[in-house]
């Protein structure tokens, strides 16, 4: 199943302390989150950020984090 997953939500309290991460966000000095991908090999949530055309890894989550994932529904 290949779904985009259009934010990802990281920590245990969902509503108060969970660091809440969405595509086209902006992060790190004018850098935009480009994309969010499981990597099926070792199981963790990869956060992929852009600048000036140059896609690079940001932050990796491993599956044993408390982690909530939203997909992109398109019909």
């Known amino acids: 199943m ?3 997953i259009r ?3 990281i920590g245990s309290d969902y509503k108060n302390d969970a660091m809440h991460y969405s595509l086209g966000q902006e992060v790190y000095g004018g850098h935009n989150i480009n994309s969010i991908l499981f990597d099926e090999l070792d199981n963790s949530y990869n956060i992929y950020i852009k ?3 140059e ?3 940001w932050k990796k989550f491993n599956s044993n ?3 909530s994932v939203e997909y992109d529904l398109k019909y």
Do not use: L
């Open 65 to 67: 984090m408390a982690i």
């Open 55 to 57: 896609v690079m890894p």
């Open 51 to 53: 600048k000036n055309n």
């Open 7 to 9: 934010k990802i939500s």
């Open 2 to 4: 290949n779904n985009v």
